[in-house]
């Protein structure tokens, strides 16, 4: 084996940092359907966002046309303190599994935060600053979104507050300690804070909330506050789009690494972290240039890509967000409470949703007990304990390279390590000691819910 081959991390210099995103939706073969405007059911207009979004979001939202959108430098420059993030060969991993096949992951557990959503609060916060906004809200699962948008905020001098998962605010008490650091109002949700929270918990007095009900909350607050805007960690088009730089980095990477990848596999919940790794690479598919795989690792017991139904409907549970044309168990889907928090949302983005239609990518669902167990694999062989997110994208990493350990082919796999685990520890123990299940959702409970949206 050559010194080549042997290289561990492959690092991008600062002046390798992407200078532009790369917009899919002008590349792709059939562009998604329309966002509807749920007052006037007409297609989303740029100017219907304003009330809600900064207006640069807003047009990046709805952009069809460019694939490359600058950077700006000042966002650039904030990049500069933890990007390019490394690429890794996961050798260790590759023997304890036996397998021929090539694994790589990007490691952007690096991040201030830990996670890769700093990609976009940056800029989110850079445009609504810009704009002259003084007040910024957002919802949160785990607290790693939550976590990097009070830190972007206080980083532009910006007000923020934040409407956290109730059953996540619980589990992970350190999240609310970070985002509480930066000067983050930090809120479990649903509360009695707002009407949406109010009617939620009238309805259902134990609610343990959810991504779309802390959504809802957050929407209300920016509507109903002077000189604040909302910002999302997930599911829009926006928000991927500047996650690219994940994949354009990885790009360059792979090609220091003399090898290109067969599979690329993220985990899944609203569509960030995948669509930031694999949209980059899957522009070469579309040219015929190359077949990658693609592949979304959801969690078992929230299924949306795997056993959802392609619709519009609602991205939040109050309904205050426009329609969305996705893959959806229903806006008013309890997810079970798995500690995978950042993936326990009903729907998939536009974007995601369209690829999958066109069977341009693979979706699978992974039990929590199977994601716990490549976590602690990945921890035992790499030194990386895993983000429980990031764990479900290693449970399909596995099961692939198993399957090259049987056909004896030496696939090159690559992944998104999209968060460390280090703030999740309290899942881990309660996983050693055999306390955690499996949570199963039937086909009845999801078409009983699909059945109530009109």
Known sequence: MSNKSKTKRFILPEEEIPKQWYNIQAEMPNKPLPPIHPGTKQPLKPEDLYPIFAEELCRQELNQTDPWIDIPEEVREHYKYYRSTPLVRAYALEKALGTPAHIYFKNESVSPMGSHKLNSAIPQAYYCKKEGVTNITTETGAGQWGASLAYAARMFGLESAVYQVKISYEQKPYRKSIMETFGAQVTPSPSMSTKAGKAILTATPNHQGSLGTAISEAVELAQTTPNC??????????????????????????????????????????????????????????????????????????????????????????????????????????????????????????????????????????????????????????????????????????????????????????????????????????????????????????????????
């Open 229 to 454: 805007k909302y910002t999302l960690g997930s599911v829009l088009s926006h928000v991927s789009l500047h996650q690219t730089v994940i994949g354009l980095e990885a790009e360059k990477q792979m090609a220091m690494a003399g090898e290109y990848p067969d599979v690329v596999i993220a985990c899944f919940g609203g569509g960030s972290n995948f669509g930031g790794l694999a949209f980059p690479f899957m522009r070469h598919n579309f040219t015929g240039e190359k077949k990658t795989r693609f592949i979304a690792a959801e969690p078992s017991s929230c299924p949306k890509l795997t056993r959802g139904k392609f619709m519009y409907d609602f991205g939040d549970e109050a309904g205050y967000t426009p329609l969305l044309p996705m893959f959806t168990l229903g806006h008013n889907f309890r997810p079970a409470n798995i500690h995978a928090g950042g993936l326990r949302y009903h729907g998939a983005g536009v974007i995601v949703s369209q690829l999958l239609k066109d069977g341009l990518m693979e979706a699978v669902d992974i039990p929590q007990l199977e994601s716990f167990e490549a976590g602690t694999l990945f921890a035992q062989t790499e030194g990386i304990i895993p983000a429980p997110e990031s764990s479900h994208a290693i449970a399909a990493v596995i099961r692939e390279a198993l399957e090259c350990k049987k056909t004896g082919e030496e696939k090159v796999i690559l992944f998104n390590l999209s968060g460390h685990g280090l703030i999740d520890m309290g899942s881990y123990d309660k996983f050693l000691a055999g306390d955690l299940q499996n949570y199963e959702v039937t086909d009845k409970e999801i078409n009983d819910n699909l059945s109530q949206i009109k």
